[in-house]
């Protein structure tokens, strides 16, 4: 999927007498999931299904049960974000991967309870999901930072997810890692332009939805962050192009 994956699991539990079985098996359970869907749906990939689609060999109704499902999770979040967010390109060329990634992490928490890790934190590209405590048994939340992108080396802020938290999903969109890579709805038509928004970080109880309304937000500007905190349980911290910040009240907390 073109970015980094990584798994942490809690000091005791690798250190335990099969701390090194269990961080294994974890870390397989999380591969295999992010291998099977980059092999469905990476458009670098000539030999996946979203590639032949590009091309033209397949349509939508000779496609898996999978990849109709995943291109109905989409449309739908097109319809609830008025357009902000599409599985299209502007070139007409459909790409799921503003989906996909927050699936993948989803299902990849799936796989983590298949094998008995109850305590973890899962951060692909910069979105984290979080299952129980870094420290079991005691209460403590994860703690995810967010990274200023004027200043890579620096944070603005850390929200605790996960354990007797609100939230458990924390997902990151802008330009800062990828460049501008978001396309930004224009009138009566899709168009790359640049959005108000330098970066935006939105707080969920799911992964999901915490990346689909990062992503819409950062092209929808001011009237989708509106929307997005009127109609979901969310908190979003925003960036503007001048380094200015937009928080909610959990933020600013």
């Known amino acids: ?10 000091t005791a539990t690798v250190g335990a007498a099969d701390g ?27 030999d996946s299904e979203a590639s032949r689609m590009a091309r033209g060999e397949i349509t939508l109704r000779d496609a898996s049960a999978a990849f109709r499902a995943r291109f109905e999770d989409a449309t739908g979040w097109r319809l ?45 590209g910069g979105d984290v999901l979080v299952s ?37 999903a924390l997902a990151t969109s802008g330009s800062a890692e990828r460049g501008d890579h978001i396309w930004k709805a224009g009138v009566g038509r899709t168009e790359f332009r640049r959005s108000e928004f330098r970066q935006v970080s939105v707080a969920a109880r799911d992964i999901v939805t ?6 819409a937000v950062v092209a929808g500007g001011r009237r989708m962050l509106d929307w997005a905190t009127d109609s979901w ?17 959990g933020f600013r907390a």
Not at 3 to 9: F, G, M, P
Not at 88 to 116: F, M, N, W
């Open 80 to 124: 609830l974000t008025e357009g902000f967010f599409t599985p299209e390109r502007p070139d007409g060329v459909l790409d799921l991967s503003g989906i996909i990634k927050g699936y993948a992490i989803d299902q990849a928490a799936t796989a983590l309870e298949s094998v008995g890790v109850e305590d973890w934190c899962l951060n692909a």
């Open 233 to 249: 349980d969310v908190e979003v911290l925003a960036v503007l192009g001048n380094g200015e910040l937009i928080a909610t009240s």
């Open 132 to 168: 129980g405590s870094p420290a079991p048994g005691t209460g403590s939340p994860w703690l995810a930072g967010i990274v200023d992108p004027q200043d890579r080396g620096a944070l603005l802020s850390g929200f605790p997810l996960g354990d007797a938290g609100r939230f458990a």
């Open 210 to 215: 915490a990346d689909v309304l990062a992503t």
């Open 1 to 10: 999927m073109g970015t980094v994956i990584s798994l942490a699991l809690p």
């Open 20 to 46: 090194g079985q269990v961080l294994e098996g974890a870390a397989a359970a999380v591969e295999r999931v992010f291998a099977g869907l980059d092999a469905m749906f990476s458009l670098y990939r000539p």
